[in-house]
């Protein structure tokens, strides 16, 4: 007989579904709700009581939640309770911080290849202690430009409900949960072709080899257009006009059945690894590609 999985121990639910009632009476209150709206006015152009003030700690957050602090040990349930931890503190930071009176489990999407772009990102070659880190980049030569392949992803459903089904077992009544669909990828062409290539050689090969450049964000720019077709066509696309940055009116009348198009949702991009060119090589070699992303989508966010 082969015995069932045990769940996550009773006090690690208990602690989590308190946090989660908490957060989700603060989603719901009227203080949130003109917060949404404030959001909502700037955002369609409207006059609001005053600008929005958005705190975004990020890689603070290790310092101001040490691990140390959480009192889950289940891996799931300290992953929420940080989550829940954090909007919590925001709570008390007073910004115009808008968590959903919900929780979204992403819908999962497998990569066809074993390395997105036919090439191994993210191999550290050290950290600190803060935070610090420093990858290889696999494109080490003009050549190696040339290993650098298109992805395809396809939609796992079943690691999707897997994932939505042991959340809602954890978090009970306490907070309903919801699948959030989004594409694998977004228009980060900077941040893919910086961790394939590296900042320093990216800006040298700019200058010096700019057709590798662009067959580079080519294949980039196509790779991301085919995870935003799979999403589509998978179905499982959800309205993103809740959250901080984006929460605004519905776009395009998203219809109440049926499927959400790429035409309805929000999408955010950046230029973040090109501020330190000028602005006709930024619309060279980054913004051209990115506006054929953006084209596809409803609104954009664009900044850092």
Known sequence: MSSQPMGPPPADVAIVRELAERVRELAESDEYEARRK????????????RAPVWCRPAG?????????QLQCTDPLCRSVEYRLRQDLYKDWIGDDHIPAPWWGVGAVFQCTTEHVWGLPTHVSTGTTDLGGFKYSHP???????????????IYDSEATERNASRTADLLGEAMPVRITGSPALGPHHSVYLEQLRGLAPLMEDMAFRPHLVHRAMAKITEGILRSMRVAEEAGV?????????????????????????????????NSQEFDIVSPSMQEEF?????????????????GC
């Open 38 to 49: 404030r959001w909502r006015d700037v955002n369609e152009r409207r006059k609001p009581d």
């Open 60 to 68: 603070v957050w290790k310092e101001i939640l040490p691990q140390d």
């Open 139 to 153: 494109v080490e030569t003009p050549e190696d430009y040339d290993r650098i392949t298109v992805p395809d992803f």
């Open 237 to 269: 696309l959800t309205t993103n006009h809740h959250e901080p940055m984006t929460c605004s009116d519905a776009l395009n009348d998203p219809p109440a059945d049926g499927p959400i198009r790429l035409h309805h949702l929000w999408v955010a991009g």
């Open 286 to 302: 980054l913004l051209s590609y990115q506006k054929v992303v953006f084209q596809q989508y409803g609104a954009t966010q664009y």
